[in-house]
């Protein structure tokens, strides 16, 4: 039983830092999932290159991702060690279930991180952010 937070490592290079109990699989698109009854944190990395075969920078990247965010209400932006992200936080109906959701993009040279973290509780919005803020890519 894992009780303390974990990172964990994703696919690209990226990593995420979240509570241990939570169950987690990867999917054979590349999707990393992982949940509890309350929560669920979602990711997929997409690689990125320039026309001429050159790496785009982590701006470019980043407002690539940014027109693909939902209508939501902005979130604090993320941009720390060469990483730059949006994320928007609005409610979603999800399986008949009603649900808040944090949909996140954090852009590193030539690669996309989508991030969706989904809550049941609005006051868990905090939690949302923090998770979405503990992405790092090496």
Do not use: M
Request: with cysteine; net charge negative; hydrophobic share 35%.
């Amino acid at each position: 039983y894992r009780r303390y937070p974990v990172r964990v490592q994703l696919e690209g290079g990226w990593s995420i830092e979240v509570p241990g109990e939570l169950a987690r699989e990867r999917n054979e698109d590349h999707t990393w999932t992982a949940w509890d009854q309350t929560r669920t944190v979602w990711f997929h990395p997409l690689r990125f290159t320039k026309p001429g075969g050159g790496a785009p920078s982590a701006a470019e990247v980043a407002e690539v991702g940014r027109k693909s965010l939902p209508e939501g209400a902005p979130l604090p932006p993320l941009d720390r060690a060469g990483l730059l992200g949006e994320a928007v936080f609005g409610v979603v109906e999800e399986d008949g279930r009603t649900l808040w959701r944090l949909s996140g993009v954090t852009g590193a040279p030539g690669q996309l991180a989508v991030c969706n973290v989904y809550i049941e509780n609005e006051a868990d919005r905090d939690w949302a952010v923090r998770t979405w803020h503990s992405l790092r890519h090496t």
